[in-house]
């Protein structure tokens, strides 16, 4: 048990992870990201931890799946001794039903955690997310205004969860029977809402938090940490959870060096302090390789923007001829001479919903597994054939096969690039990408310009 800790919390998706450890970290609260559940020995290597995560796959997983997957994944984040334990989910709401129930999830949490009222936090205004009256908006990157959640071009159309409602509550319905209160965005500007009372024989309520503006996130973050006392917390949501704690945290704690302790103080007291915020500040460097298993339209600009650019390309991967070791050859070989030419290289196996190379096949999951294999086999090797140390993985389930298959024991955070998708170090003992920089980012996630931010070491002034 470690009496430091200030959370710890486990990833629907992997990309989603990073995005934790950015909010977090951007703070100074030092955050790892590990791909199992942790040992002592590993958690011991990283002193002066105030937050850890494990980036599971639940956002893929059947109930069934669920219901072996989480349980031990809940233990073991309670037995950290974190106040607060977080579920954290797409800001996206990616989820069905059938497939990622963010519904049974918390069914699960309460057995694990008690029957209490849980927190549900999704909207995280610097994503471009954001819940009002129980409705989510998103952006589709943050160059676009925002879509309500039934009218996005992308999660409307979402090949394994498209949403065709808006209202979370609804949506909610259709994944468990426990009752949903609404904190809206009336009781927030009045301040009021903070208490929630459970009927006789009535479950406890899931407690969803519209979240607007910036302003919202202190307000929130009070509530949930008043909901935390009498026991650890189980929550659920976005990396909004993070940026509303951390709002709230801010002029509660006071910092020393990358050292960030806790103090008594009155919140209203004139010696409030902040958290520390060490922003780290990437070099950039002369040239990149990224691997994208991505379809999203995002990403698909983003790699069309860049591409205007001189000293990028793009190298084609065909999805169908994913288990062809010719064809990684091939690919190898032209990016690698492409790279020595002094380009950085985008090698994709998508440039939107649109292309034709996303036919059935490229869906089925064991065909999406051995493309996962190939962007690793491609990356790696040049890698180790280059000696480049920064890359970029895009699409959500691409990130978590390739920081797998990379050896990655776990992440830490070294600068931002676009909000949820921050620049890590990689802990891969033994491997090639041990050491190296690599950006996880979600198909959605950054603006157009994001592969030249990359480049240069992180985001151009907007």
């Not at 909010?23 to 958690?43: C, I, M, Y």
């Not at 959640?149 to 394994?160: A, E, G, Q």
Request: net charge neutral; charged share 20%; proline share 7%.
């Amino acid at each position: 048990m470690n009496h430091e800790l200030l959370l710890s919390y486990y990833g629907d998706d992997f990309t989603g992870s990073t995005d934790v450890m950015e909010a977090l970290s951007k703070v100074g609260l030092r955050t790892v990201l590990f791909l199992a559940p942790p040992s002592r020995e590993q958690l011991a290597r990283f002193p002066d931890l105030r937050a850890f995560g494990i980036a599971g796959g639940s956002r893929t997983m059947s109930p069934e799946e669920m219901e072996r997957a989480l349980p031990p994944a809940f233990q073991a984040l309670k037995a950290s001794g974190a106040p607060i334990i977080h579920y954290k989910m797409c800001s996206t709401f990616d989820s069905s039903p059938c497939i990622g129930s963010i519904g049974r999830a918390i069914e699960i949490g309460r057995r694990v955690f008690g029957d209490r009222p849980t927190p549900l936090m999704v909207g995280a205004p610097v994503l471009g997310r954001y819940v009002v009256f129980g409705n989510l908006f998103a952006r589709s990157g943050l160059d676009t205004e925002p879509f309500r959640l039934d009218r996005h071009p992308t999660m409307s159309r979402h090949p394994v969860t498209p949403m065709k409602e808006g209202d979370l509550r609804l949506i909610l319905a259709e994944q468990t029977k426990l009752p949903v209160e609404l904190v809206d965005v009336l009781k927030l500007e009045s301040n009021s809402g903070a208490t929630f009372r459970v009927a006789d024989g009535k479950s406890a309520p899931i407690v969803l938090f519209d979240t607007l503006r910036e302003e919202h996130l202190p307000v929130i973050g009070r509530m949930i940490e008043g909901m935390a006392k009498g026991g650890p917390l189980f929550t659920v949501g976005s990396s909004g959870v993070e940026y509303a704690l951390t709002a709230h945290w801010n002029g509660r704690f006071s910092s020393e060096g990358a050292k960030t302790q806790r103090v008594e103080q009155d919140e209203a007291s004139a010696s409030a302090t902040t958290l520390c915020s060490r922003q780290p500040s990437p070099q950039a460097v002369k040239q990149i390789v990224c691997v994208s298993g991505s379809c999203s339209p995002v990403t698909d600009r983003q790699i069309a923007h860049v591409l205007l650019q001189p000293g990028f390309v793009e190298v084609a991967l065909d999805p169908d001829a994913a288990a062809d070791s010719d064809q990684a050859h091939f690919v190898i070989d032209a990016a690698a001479k492409q790279l020595d030419a002094g380009h950085s290289v985008i090698l994709h196996t998508s440039r939107g919903l649109d292309d034709p190379r996303r036919r059935g096949a490229a869906a089925d999951a064991q065909t999406s597994s051995r493309l996962g294999d190939l962007l690793t086999q491609v990356l790696e090797r040049l890698l180790q054939r280059t000696g480049l140390r920064r890359a970029v993985v895009c699409g959500g389930d691409t990130s978590m096969h390739v920081a797998r298959a990379l050896g990655s024991e776990a992440l830490e955070y070294l600068g931002p690039m676009a909000p949820g998708s921050p620049l890590c170090r990689v802990h891969a003992p033994g491997r090639v990408a041990d050491g190296c920089e690599i950006v996880f980012k979600g198909g959605q996630v950054g603006r157009d310009h994001f592969f030249h931010d990359v480049l240069q070491g992180g985001p151009r002034p907007t």
